[in-house]
């Protein structure tokens, strides 16, 4: 079955500071959803990428998608406290149904 | 607005008990999904559903079972719940196709 690794587990970093998580997928992938979960919150969609090579922006948010359709990151350009919280990549293989395969999620605090 | 319920955001249940999760969804969704969350592991797929009546195993669906008598609600059902039971639980929705799933505030279970 498709395997999931992201990287890393966990990033504190100073306010200011920029972040970035990163998805790798074992599988070539038919698209890639990134979701953010607030603490105590549930997960909310960001962003979906599609095309091989594809970048896309959401103010300081930067998410790519690999040439080879494999991987993808997201970068957070001088973080602010409401960026914390953490970060899934859910990759779809194309399976029927819409079934997603989350990563393990990159937890990212930010200290002011 | 979209909108993902579900019944309790806290529950406190015996070892032994029957216990069921509802989740209803008001945007008329085919596929209807149930995920538990622990810490480190990230989401992971219990069952999902695709159409009333229909169901497909995810990646972990041993001491669980769903109901989808009416496409707007999805049930989870512990059988006979057990402490390592203990959990987020995560409903989510989305159309077909590998579309945005939107996710319930979730249920935190505490088997005693």
């Known amino acids: 079955g498709q395997q999931v690794m992201q990287i890393p587990q966990y990033q504190h970093v100073q306010e200011g500071e920029d972040f970035t998580t990163y998805c790798n997928s074992s599988?070539?992938?038919?698209?890639i959803q990134w979701y953010k979960q607030r603490p105590g919150g549930h997960p909310v969609f960001l962003i979906q990428?599609?095309?091989?090579?594809e970048v896309k922006k959401q103010k300081r948010l930067t998410f790519q998608f690999g040439e080879a359709k494999k991987n993808s990151s997201l970068h957070i350009t001088a973080t602010q406290t409401t960026d914390v919280g953490t970060y899934f990549c859910?990759?779809?293989?194309?399976?029927?149904?819409?079934?997603?395969?989350f990563g393990q999620g990159t937890i990212l605090t930010v200290h002011p | 607005d979209v909108k993902v319920t579900q019944s309790s955001r806290y529950l406190v249940k015996r070892t032994g008990e029957k216990v069921f999760l509802e989740c209803v969804q008001d945007?008329?969704?085919?596929?209807m999904f149930w995920y538990r969350q622990d810490p480190g592991l990230g989401l992971r797929l219990i069952y999902f559903?695709?159409?009333?009546?229909?169901?497909e195993k995810g990646d972990i669906p041993e001491g669980y079972s769903v109901s989808r008598e009416k496409k707007e609600r999805f049930s989870l059902i512990l059988e006979s719940a057990s402490t390592n039971q203990t959990s987020m639980y995560l409903c989510?929705?989305?159309?077909?196709?590998?579309?945005?799933?939107?996710f319930g505030a979730g249920t935190r279970l505490s088997v005693l």
């Open positions: 989510a929705s989305s159309l077909v196709g590998g579309n945005i799933q939107y």
């Open positions: 599988t070539t992938l038919s698209n």
């Open positions: 990428l599609v095309k091989s090579g």
């Open positions: 859910a990759p779809h293989g194309g399976t029927s149904y819409g079934k997603l395969t």
């Open positions: 945007m008329d969704h085919e596929n």
């Open positions: 559903s695709y159409d009333v009546k229909m169901k």
